[in-house]
């Protein structure tokens, strides 16, 4: 299974883990899937760093390099397809431009979504999975 990480399931996974429930971690953890996380994660994350909403011991750049080594993740890009897709989701949904980009992302390239996010996981156009079970 390709499993895309919503940021903050990305952030929980490197900085608290005991957030993510024991199915999601199964997930996880299983060497048959193929994890992946967005570069508008990273955008995110950086975001939230430069507002002082996020603090990390180590510098960013390394935090990233390092949160995608232990996971055993690849990154997928945002590409031009990517930003169409994200505007072009049948609505109503997510009016946060982020999100929007992780729905795209993860349809695009066939993954579940996975994500604490209620919007998300309601939505009935993607294939999410809840990281609190």
Request: with cysteine; hydrophobic share 45%; aromatic share 6%.
């Amino acid at each position: 299974m390709k499993i895309l990480l919503d940021t903050h399931v990305w952030v929980w996974s490197q900085e608290r883990p005991e957030e993510i429930g024991a199915r999601a971690r199964g997930m996880l953890l299983d060497p048959d899937n193929d994890l992946y996380v967005s570069s508008i994660s990273t955008l995110e994350i950086a975001r939230m760093v430069a507002q002082g909403k996020l603090d990390f011991v180590k510098d960013m750049r390394q935090w990233v390099r390092d949160g995608l080594i232990a996971l055993g993740a690849g990154n997928l890009h945002v590409h031009d397809e990517t930003a169409i897709e994200a505007y072009s989701l049948k609505e109503p949904f997510h009016r946060d431009p982020a999100d929007r980009v992780l729905v795209a992302t993860a349809r695009l390239n066939g993954c579940t979504l996975l994500s604490a996010d209620r919007l998300i996981l309601d939505y009935p156009y993607v294939r999410a999975s809840d990281a609190r079970e």
